[in-house]
C-alpha cells in the first residue's frame, strides 16, 4: 500500500490561485492512478480529478473543469493539483488519493484505496 502526503493548501482570495502536491511513498507509485477529492464541512467527499497511470489520460468534476489541472512526476513519486480562478465554494479539505486500474473512469470513494491526512484550503471572498 502506499503513503501520501499532502502539501500546500491555504488561504487565497476569490480569482487566486494554490497548487497542491502529494508526495507519495514505495516504488510503485506509477502503477496506481491517483485522483483528487475534497470535502466541505457537513457534506460528503467528493471527487475533484483523477489522472492515469502513465498521465496521459486526465478527468475532472464539472465544477473545476477548466480551472483545476492534475498533473503526476512518476520520476518524483509526486502528484499535483494547479488550482486557478478560485472560489469561495472551493473551500474544503483537499485529499490525495491511490487507487488500482479500473473498467472506466475512477471517480469514486471506493475507488480508491489510499488516502492522504488532507490539506485544508480556504478561499475567501
Known amino acids: 500500500q502506499v503513503q501520501l502526503v499532502e502539501s500546500g493548501g491555504g488561504l487565497v482570495q476569490a480569482g487566486g490561485s494554490l497548487r497542491l502536491s502529494c508526495a507519495a511513498s514505495g516504488r510503485t507509485f506509477s502503477s496506481y492512478t491517483m485522483g483528487w477529492f475534497r470535502q466541505a464541512p457537513g457534506k460528503e467527499r467528493e471527487f475533484v480529478a483523477t489522472?492515469?497511470?502513465?498521465?496521459?489520460?486526465?478527468y475532472y468534476a464539472d465544477s473545476v473543469k477548466g480551472r483545476f489541472t492534475i498533473s503526476r512526476d512518476n520520476a518524483k513519486n509526486t502528484v499535483h493539483l494547479q488550482m486557478n480562478s478560485l472560489k469561495p465554494e472551493d473551500t474544503a479539505v483537499y485529499y490525495c488519493?491511490?487507487?488500482?486500474?479500473?473498467?472506466?473512469?475512477?471517480?469514486?470513494?471506493?475507488?480508491?484505496?489510499?488516502w492522504g491526512q488532507g490539506t485544508q484550503v480556504t478561499v475567501s471572498s
Open positions: 488519493a491511490a487507487g488500482p486500474v479500473i473498467i472506466g473512469i475512477p471517480k469514486d470513494v471506493t475507488d480508491f484505496r489510499s
Open positions: 489522472i492515469s497511470r502513465g498521465g496521459g489520460s486526465t
